[in-house]
């Protein structure tokens, strides 16, 4: 059996750069075993330190398969994003008919520099040599029990928030949170972030302000919102008359 390698990059409304890349992948039964992702160089197997995820604070993971070691698959695929000049966004584990592993990687120092999603964003050939170098680190470090396809790619302009420093980056843009205990009395909110103070986010929705715990947020992700409809220019559309 011969699971999929596919490298994705998006272009700044979310769609495909190109089409799809696929890589021949051999096999994981019980574990990637001889995967071919997109990543890059070969040296990661040196790395022995653990990943340099500057996050202070996270939320809670997303659902994925119950038998996956979520801090021991990012020490597996943070030092290889990095050997690419890329950082590690989120990964994430789902089944669609046959398990997919999901790896968002941006440009190295997004976070840091506070990027934008234009500027972070990563083309396919970035993404295709990630894949291929992880694939190898995949199989060696075994974290995945069954079979899978991998999948890396850019987040795209709706990327998901998942740390403190992704909010603090994203201030001033859209967002929608899904909230676990609400306020109130709503539990999916969307609106403009504003300041992290304490443990507490401060999203606008219009002329209402909510203070939202942050361990209450159970998913966040950007909200795309299209621009203005461009006017059509006067005198633009004149009709002929019959002569």
Not at 213 to 227: C, S, T
Request: charge should be positive; proline fraction near 8%.
């Amino acid at each position: 059996m011969k699971p999929r390698a596919v490298a994705r990059a998006q272009n700044d409304q979310g769609g495909l750069i190109s089409a799809t890349e696929r890589a021949i992948v051999r096999a994981p039964i019980g574990g990637c075993r001889e995967a071919d992702p997109n990543s890059g160089g070969s040296h990661f197997f040196c790395l022995t330190h653990p990943p340099r995820m500057s996050f202070m604070q996270h939320l809670a993971p997303p659902k994925s398969s119950p038998l996956i070691d979520r801090d021991r698959l990012i020490a597996v695929v943070d030092p290889v994003v990095r050997a690419h000049g890329a950082e590690l966004v989120d990964f994430e584990i789902k089944n669609e008919g046959g398990w997919i592993l999901r790896v968002y990687v941006e440009k190295l120092g997004a976070s840091a520099e506070r990027m934008s999603t234009k500027q972070a964003a990563v083309d396919l050939d970035l993404c295709a040599g990630i894949a291929r170098d992880l694939s190898p680190a995949l199989d060696v470090a075994d974290p995945i029990p069954h079979r899978y396809s991998l999948e890396v790619s850019s987040p795209g302009i709706e990327r998901p928030l998942r740390t403190v420093a992704d909010f603090v980056r994203f201030a001033g843009q859209k967002a929608k949170l899904k909230l676990g205990h609400g306020v109130g009395g709503q539990k999916v909110l969307v609106g403009t972030l504003g300041p992290i103070k304490e443990g507490v986010l401060t999203i606008e929705d219009g002329s209402r302000s909510y203070a939202v715990p942050f361990d209450d947020i159970i998913a966040a992700r950007l909200v795309f919102e299209f621009g203005p409809a461009s006017k059509p220019k006067p005198g633009g559309s004149k009709k002929k008359r019959k002569s």
